[in-house]
Nanobody, 125 residues
Framework: VQLQASGGGLVQPGGSLRLSCAVLKFVLDDYTIAWFRQAPGKERERVSCSTLVAGGETYYSNSVKGRFTLSRDSAQHTAYLQMNGLKPEDTAVYYC??????????????????WGRGTLVTVSS
């Protein structure tokens, strides 16, 4: 599988951005999808994960819960991360990653995942 992430940019605090993660040549619904971010000098953080196991669930880190929404468009084979109410501390390179759908988000192994190229999100006035 190949992933193509896009949609980053510069936005003012309180603004919104939507990141896209296109699954190339494969079927989106065959994968558990997660979004990660890494800010300068900090460890990589998983911000959201979508699994289709057991009817499907989506998880969010406490740092983004209520502001970010992960969605899937199966027809377009694309996952999205809608980011609202952006804060300067959301500034980071954002990555999407995928593992086969039989893995639940709780079993998401970064070592086993396929990663897209990062897209930079900068929140600044």
């Amino acid at each position: 599988v190949q992933l193509q992430a896009s949609g980053g940019g510069l936005v003012q605090p309180g603004g919104s951005l939507r990141l896209s993660c296109a699954v190339l040549k494969f079927v989106l619904d065959d994968y558990t999808i997660a979004w990660f971010r890494q800010a300068p000098g900090k460890e990589r953080e998983r911000v959201s994960c979508s699994t289709l196991v057991a009817g499907g669930e989506t998880y969010y880190s406490n740092s983004v819960k209520g502001r970010f929404t992960l969605s899937r468009d199966s027809a377009q084979h694309t996952a999205y991360l809608q980011m609202n109410g952006l804060k300067p501390e959301d500034t980071a390179v954002y990555y999407c990653a995928a593992i086969p759908r039989y893995y639940h988000c709780s079993e998401f192994s970064e070592d086993k995942a396929t990663w897209g190229r990062g897209t930079l999100v900068t929140v600044s006035s």
